[in-house]
């Protein structure tokens, strides 16, 4: 818990040097007018919780963290060669250390969603505490973080683990939808300027980049095949490899298919809209489900009830990771073909 207590104690003082005035006690730190600040300061605090779930998993934190009250008082059974130990919170205290860690970042952020539900603008009293108020935001971090230790394991436990998979589920998921949404963006831009510009510089370093990423994208397979393989095993690891490299093929041939490049729409630049420069409530939201999806990312996506035996696998990391990649096929064909398939709706 020190390490808790210091690093966010040194958290609160720092909010205050991205801001114009000394911070004191009475009047709380200096409100961040600009909204890049802002932002950052809330990166910061996600970072710091991260830094602290790290320090979770430093060797000899059982022994601390086992003298708080109830945190270990039901011990916990793990099951290695089929005989039944009392490992005394010495192989999952860990991960229980993490949940609680992130339940008190996501449990924050996602008050802050609520709270900042519909504002539209920065004169809203809402936009203030949005942007001001860091000494009693971080002492309220510290208060949830210290007083989630002492809550009950049991039913606690299994609910945020199921409340983790699906907040990290939806991280995800917001992640992809991003990063297609970046790759038509990053195209769209260089077209357009090899459109009006100097159409030989534009397409030659188009056609650079796409070759370049094809061919980190063949050695990357290679090497799958290379580390992750035997030619005598490995049988599942060489059809996800085969099956998701096919998979690669077959976007790539229908990206470029006449029909899919005739209807593909063009957009248009947007005006900014007055106002707030960001949704403060999505942006909320969004830190909150990064919250739970380091956490499972940290632990596993493993339960800390779970069995030592199971606890060893790294099969549910595999298949995040695999889901993750056919969602995000699935959504960049879902744009390919959207245009044909919707031909009433404006793409653009």
């Known amino acids: 818990m020190g390490a808790v207590l210091g690093v966010f104690s040194l958290a609160s003082w720092v909010p205050c040097l991205c801001g114009g005035a000394s911070c004191l006690l009475c009047s709380c730190c200096p409100n961040s007018k600009n909204s890049t600040v802002t932002r950052l300061i809330y990166a910061f605090i996600l970072f710091l919780g991260t830094i602290v779930c790290c320090i979770m998993f430093h060797e000899g934190m059982e022994t601390q963290l086992k003298k708080i009250p109830g945190f270990c008082d039901e011990g916990l059974k793990t099951k290695v060669?089929?005989?039944?130990m009392d490992k005394d919170c010495d192989v999952l205290v860990r991960y229980k250390a993490v949940y609680r860690i992130n339940f008190a970042l996501a449990v924050f952020f996602f008050a802050f969603f609520l709270l900042m539900l519909k504002v539209k603008t920065s004169k809203d009293p809402r936009a203030a505490i949005h942007n001001g108020f860091w000494f009693f935001k971080i002492a309220a971090i510290v208060g949830i973080m210290v007083g989630s230790f002492y809550i009950p394991g049991g039913h606690f436990t299994t609910a945020w683990f199921f409340i983790g998979m699906v907040g990290a589920a939806f991280f995800?998921?917001?992640q992809l939808v991003l990063l297609v949404d970046f790759a038509h963006s990053w195209n769209e831009s260089w077209v357009n300027r090899m459109e009006e510009g100097n159409p030989r510089c534009w397409y030659a370093a188009l056609l650079?980049?796409?070759?370049?990423?094809y061919i980190l994208s063949i050695i990357?397979?290679?090497?799958?095949?290379?580390?992750?393989?035997?030619p005598d095993g490995c049988t599942e690891?060489?059809?996800?490899?085969?099956?998701?490299?096919?998979?690669?093929?077959v976007v790539s041939i229908m990206s470029i298919h006449p029909k899919i490049q005739d209807g593909r729409p063009r957009r248009a630049v947007d005006n900014e809209r007055e106002g707030v420069q960001y949704n403060y409530s999505i942006f909320h939201l969004m830190l909150c489900s990064a919250s739970l999806y380091i956490m499972m990312t940290l632990t596993n996506w493993y339960s800390p009830d779970a069995n030592f035996q199971t606890m060893t696998s790294k099969?549910?990391?595999?298949?995040?990771?695999?889901?993750?990649?056919?969602?995000?096929?699935?959504?960049?064909?879902?744009?390919?073909?959207?245009?044909?398939?919707?031909?009433?709706?404006?793409?653009?």
């Open 220 to 230: 990357s397979v290679v090497l799958l095949y290379t580390y992750y393989t035997k």
């Open 172 to 174: 995800i998921l917001i």
């Open 315 to 348: 099969w549910p990391a595999v298949w995040v990771k695999i889901s993750s990649s056919w969602v995000c096929l699935l959504l960049y064909v879902w744009t390919l073909v959207a245009p044909l398939v919707l031909t009433g709706r404006d793409f653009s």
């Open 208 to 213: 650079s980049v796409t070759s370049m990423f």
């Open 81 to 84: 060669a089929d005989t039944i």
């Open 237 to 249: 690891n060489k059809f996800f490899i085969s099956f998701n490299l096919i998979l690669c093929i």
